[in-house]
């Protein structure tokens, strides 16, 4: 079976290294949100490997949701992971059901939301894997937090770093309002 799982190739060519740099967002809408993203941090350090590194916390509008919701505190998370993309996804899943989410893909107020932003040079089109995220690009949020933790990342199938795809953004991505907190 491929590193990746299914249907999937490595952007770049070449062989894939036994260790892929992974990137993820987690994210919380509903109270008390910035202990549920502690708490998804807690449950990442034990699923990725050193060195993990992390966004700063960010509380961000609600964008691409059914409608009016909370304001989400979000950060972005960098490590290392040498299971297979699918493996990944079960965990983050998992991850998301201990915390109390229930259901996925109905852009309701959630506990917890992990996603799978890159993963490694790894691209993935699959009907319940898609990677880079398919939001990655319009998500200012996710522009920024990779910024911080991989800034010299260029972002597979993307065309670019996340800091190239900021300064070209368009007034939609300008606009996503992203307030950041203190620790």
Known sequence: MSKCGG?????????????????????????????????????????????IRTSRLMETEPVEVASKQPWFMNVIVSGGYEKDAHMLLGECEALERRLGRTGKGARQPRSADVDILVYGKHIVREEHL????????????????????EPALSIPGVGGTAGMILSESDERLEGQVIRFVSP
Do not use: F, W
């Open 7 to 51: 249907d999937c190739r490595e952007a770049g060519g070449g062989k894939a290294n036994a260790m892929s740099r992974v990137i993820l967002s987690l994210g919380s809408n509903i109270e008390p949100r910035v202990e549920h993203v502690e708490m998804m941090l807690d449950g990442v350090r034990r699923i990725l490997d050193q060195p």
């Open 130 to 149: 898609v990677i880079p995220h398919p939001g990655i690009r319009t998500r200012r949020y996710c522009l920024t937090g990779i910024v911080d933790v």
